[in-house]
């Protein structure tokens, strides 16, 4: 049963990951995994053989040890700092496997080689005493064995005794007769009542927990709060260092997301340092996404940067510019440009 189990577990693992995507496939490999795991777990630990247990309590056992093998593995990746995914879940549940295997077949050797040591010489079958032992006859001397009386054909047994063997008091219950050394406990009685224990609490816990799910489902919840956004698109949203904005401006483009809120009316404003450059009403529509440019003028070709903020009422996004000289400029200093002359930093 044991190589069944390994069997069954190694190629519900095997099969996961192969299976992702296809939960009609994927959930019966990992429950057949699961529950293989656990019964990997009882035949592993030390106790009384699962074999003489009622089939209830062996099956809950069984998916209750399989169900925890599954966080143990996840808890033992996340102390060795590795990451818990699908991959390494797989891996350590089959070297969980391997353990609990070895351990189990190991443990089945072992109380093999008890159970034949137990069992000893077979147990002699008691017969009444014939005329030979009630005239104190004993063995022969020197002969090394102990002889068994038995009765003579001829003689007769005395008024009230039997010749027959003594009865198994296990066959006096009504149980069947074990033979000599099973050390295997009877099937114990009262398999409805321990049944109906185990039942009762799960259908209870599957009918309160049923409940308290559709009660959830089905109760008021608050509305989530809505929200406003303005980004960067486009080539703008990969914005991650200072733009230069050339002497005849740059168009910026903006994305406006609106979603849990109603239609509303604002200002778009551009500032350029802190102050409004421009501005312009406009109506942002419920749960919509609006895309639209924004026009940056040339900037003084200073080389200060400066920070350009776009904003839709108190939404807002923005990034950091800087002026390009004009046509004409003499970065030397000897021209009539705009820009600064060379070996001197203006104050910005």
Same mark, same amino acid.
């Given at each position: 049963?044991?190589?069944?189990?390994?069997?069954?577990?190694?190629?519900?693992?095997?099969?996961?990951?192969?299976?992702?995507?296809?939960?009609?496939?994927?959930?019966?490999?990992?429950?057949?995994?699961?529950?293989?795991?656990?019964?990997?777990?009882?035949?592993?630990?030390?106790?009384?053989?699962?074999?003489?247990? !009622?089939? @209830?309590?062996?099956? $809950?056992?069984? +998916?209750?040890? =399989?169900?925890? %093998?599954? *966080?143990?593995? /996840?808890?033992?990746?996340?102390?060795?700092?590795?990451?818990?995914?699908?991959?390494?879940?797989?891996?350590?549940?089959?070297?969980?496997?391997?353990?609990?295997?070895?351990?189990?077949?190991?443990?089945?050797?072992?109380?093999?080689?008890?159970?034949?040591?137990?069992?000893?010489?077979?147990?002699?079958?008691?017969?009444?005493?014939?005329?030979?032992?009630?005239?104190?006859?004993?063995?022969?001397?020197?002969?090394?064995?102990?002889?068994?009386?038995?009765?003579?054909?001829?003689?007769?047994?005395?008024?009230?005794?039997?010749?027959?063997?003594?009865?198994?008091?296990?066959?006096?219950?009504?149980?069947?007769?074990?033979?000599?050394?099973?050390?295997?406990?009877?099937?114990?009685?009262?398999?409805?009542?321990?049944?109906?224990?185990?039942?009762?609490?799960? !259908?209870? @816990?599957?009918?309160? $927990?049923?409940? +308290?799910?559709? =009660?959830?489902? %089905?109760? *008021?919840?608050? /509305?989530?709060?809505?929200?406003?956004?303005?980004?960067?698109?486009?080539?703008?949203?990969?914005?991650?260092?200072?733009?230069?904005?050339?002497?005849?401006?740059?168009?910026?483009?903006?994305?406006?997301?609106?979603?849990?809120?109603?239609?509303?009316?604002?200002?778009?404003?551009?500032?350029?340092?802190?102050?409004?450059?421009?501005?312009?009403?406009?109506?942002?529509?419920?749960?919509?996404?609006?895309?639209?440019?924004?026009?940056?003028?040339?900037?003084?070709?200073?080389?200060?940067?400066?920070?350009?903020?776009?904003?839709?009422?108190?939404?807002?996004?923005?990034?950091?510019?800087?002026?390009?000289?004009?046509?004409?400029?003499?970065?030397?200093?000897?021209?009539?440009?705009?820009?600064?002359?060379?070996?001197?930093?203006?104050?910005?």
């Amino acid at each position: 049963m044991t190589c069944r189990l390994l069997l069954i577990a190694y190629a519900g693992l095997a099969g996961i990951l192969p299976a992702a995507g296809r939960p009609w496939l994927a959930v019966p490999l990992c429950l057949a995994a699961l529950l293989a795991t656990g019964g990997l777990w009882i035949r592993a630990l030390p106790g009384v053989p699962t074999e003489t247990g !009622v089939p @209830a309590i062996r099956a $809950g056992l069984a +998916a209750a040890a =399989g169900l925890m %093998t599954l *966080p143990l593995v /996840a808890l033992l990746l996340h102390a060795a700092d590795r990451p818990v995914r699908p991959g390494p879940l797989v891996i350590g549940c089959a070297a969980v496997v391997t353990v609990l295997g070895a351990g189990a077949l190991l443990r089945e050797r072992l109380a093999g080689r008890r159970t034949a040591c137990s069992l000893g010489l077979p147990a002699q079958r008691r017969h009444a005493a014939g005329p030979a032992a009630a005239s104190g006859s004993s063995p022969a001397a020197g002969s090394g064995t102990a002889s068994e009386t038995f009765p003579d054909a001829g003689s007769s047994t005395a008024p009230g005794s039997s010749a027959l063997p003594a009865e198994d008091p296990a066959t006096d219950s009504g149980d069947p007769p074990s033979p000599a050394g099973d050390l295997r406990p009877h099937p114990q009685r009262g398999y409805a009542r321990t049944t109906a224990a185990v039942a009762i609490p799960v !259908v209870l @816990a599957v009918g309160v $927990g049923a409940g +308290a799910v559709r =009660g959830y489902l %089905t109760a *008021p919840h608050p /509305a989530e709060p809505g929200y406003l956004s303005v980004a960067l698109n486009d080539w703008a949203a990969g914005i991650d260092s200072p733009v230069t904005v050339p002497p005849r401006g740059l168009v910026v483009p903006v994305r406006v997301t609106s979603a849990g809120l109603g239609e509303s009316t604002g200002l778009l404003r551009l500032r350029v340092g802190g102050q409004v450059v421009a501005s312009r009403r406009m109506t942002v529509a419920a749960d919509s996404v609006r895309s639209l440019t924004v026009y940056v003028p040339a900037l003084p070709a200073d080389g200060c940067l400066r920070a350009i903020d776009i904003s839709v009422g108190s939404t807002s996004t923005g990034f950091y510019a800087r002026g390009l000289p004009g046509e004409g400029a003499d970065l030397r200093g000897g021209g009539t440009g705009t820009s600064a002359p060379a070996g001197k930093q203006t104050a910005c």
